[in-house]
């Protein structure tokens, strides 16, 4: 079992930065992708960036690509989403998630945080 724990969403305006921090407990954190999604009201969840479990390799929806970068400190088994040049379009609440393997799909995410809020307004 993997605990994780989304924080650091809050009411931003467009333009502003925020970053979330997703601190995983209770298995080794290392081994495993790390991905955050987001979900919007009325809307499927979406994949946003995932990062591979040394960091290396990362890989980010075309939405936020060159807005928002994840990175991760496995001495901290903490994964970051650093969020800049936010948009309205950017509402919903964020979610991270471990997978055992490199990909986008929701599906084979196996653990789950509760959710942080981010709202920017225009």
């Known amino acids: 079992q993997v605990q994780l724990s989304e924080s650091g969403g809050g009411l931003v305006q467009a333009g502003d930065s925020l970053r979330l921090s997703c601190a995983a407990s209770?298995?080794?954190?290392?081994?495993?992708?790390m991905g955050w999604f987001r979900q919007a009201p009325g809307k499927e969840r979406e994949f946003v960036a995932r990062?591979?479990?040394?960091?290396?390799?990362?890989y980010y929806a075309d939405s936020v690509k060159g807005r928002f970068t994840i990175s991760r400190d496995n001495t901290r088994n903490t994964v970051y989403l650093q969020m800049n040049s936010l948009k309205p379009e950017d509402t919903a609440v964020y979610y991270c998630?471990?997978?055992?393997?490199?990909?986008?799909?929701?599906?084979?995410?196996?653990?789950w945080g509760q959710g942080t809020q981010v709202t920017v307004s225009s």
């Open positions: 990062i591979s479990w040394q960091g290396g390799t990362t």
């Open positions: 998630a471990s997978a055992p393997r490199l990909t986008t799909l929701p599906g084979a995410y196996d653990y």
């Open positions: 209770g298995r080794t954190f290392s081994p495993y992708v």
